[in-house]
């Protein structure tokens, strides 16, 4: 795994960064532009532009820690380019993770092969590639079709999402409560199903705490905080035994 640390690494991941930093910087310029045209003052767009900076911090730490779970399988580099442009690690981890173990019957680990890597890495990114269509060519219609469904009738559109939602939780419970080997030896992992309902305890308590004291400011650290408070309960239920 010596070549993720290599030279050309560095400078790809350099240059795609570059890039997207000036993105970023060239939209604040227009954005700033924009707002002064429009009546918005100097002072008014830098509080804008601080809250905004200091908003982003705590979903940032989400992201961080998905980006040290991803570095153990690609290191830091590949990792944050995956994590800081187009990935999710909420199916970047589990795509490398099935490549992995479903198709070369590894761990990660394990010392992998640069032709296990790239494999990795193609999956993750063909799977990611579809949402760059389908949202410029069909959500405009999508959305538009959703929009009458509720106009229509409220509470099927409520239903609807919230099927759409469960949908998506069952497949990372799947993932979760799925049985894994280990040493030849095949269970469902009790750390696992503890960790998922840990998290999902936490992320209810944030809930009924912005709802009871009208904590809007936990919106945005409410992710973040239940998931390292599932991590530190992982290691605690680790060190009891539980496996």
């Known amino acids: 795994m010596g070549f993720l640390s290599s030279w050309w690494i560095y400078l790809i991941v350099g240059i795609v960064f570059a890039y997207v930093l000036m993105q970023s910087a060239v939209f604040l310029f227009k954005a700033r532009k924009k707002a002064i045209a429009l009546g918005y003052t100097k002072e008014q767009i830098n509080k804008t532009i601080t809250s905004s900076m200091i908003f982003s911090i ?130 469902i992992s009790l750390l696992a199903i503890l960790v998922l309902v840990s998290s999902a305890g936490l992320i209810i308590v944030f809930g009924l705490l912005m709802k009871k004291y009208k904590w809007d400011w936990l919106k945005n650290y409410a992710l973040p905080l239940s998931m390292v408070g599932a991590m530190a309960l992982a290691i605690l239920y680790a060190s009891l035994g539980v496996r």
């Open 58 to 187: 705590a979903p940032s730490l989400a992201i961080l820690i998905g980006l040290v779970a991803l570095s153990k399988v690609f290191g830091p580099m590949i990792a944050g380019l995956r994590l800081g442009t187009l990935g999710a690690v909420t199916y970047e981890l589990p795509a490398a993770i099935n490549v992995i173990s479903g198709v070369f019957n590894l761990n990660i680990g394990d010392t992998l092969s640069p032709e296990i890597i790239v494999t990795a890495l193609w999956v993750m990114t063909l799977g990611c590639i579809p949402p760059l269509f389908i949202i410029p060519l069909f959500f405009k219609k999508m959305s538009g079709k959703m929009k009458e469904i509720k106009q229509k009738d409220q509470t099927w559109n409520g239903i609807m999402m919230d099927a759409l939602f469960l949908g998506m939780i069952s497949a990372f419970v799947g993932y979760v409560v799925a049985p894994i080997t280990v040493d030849s030896e095949t269970y």
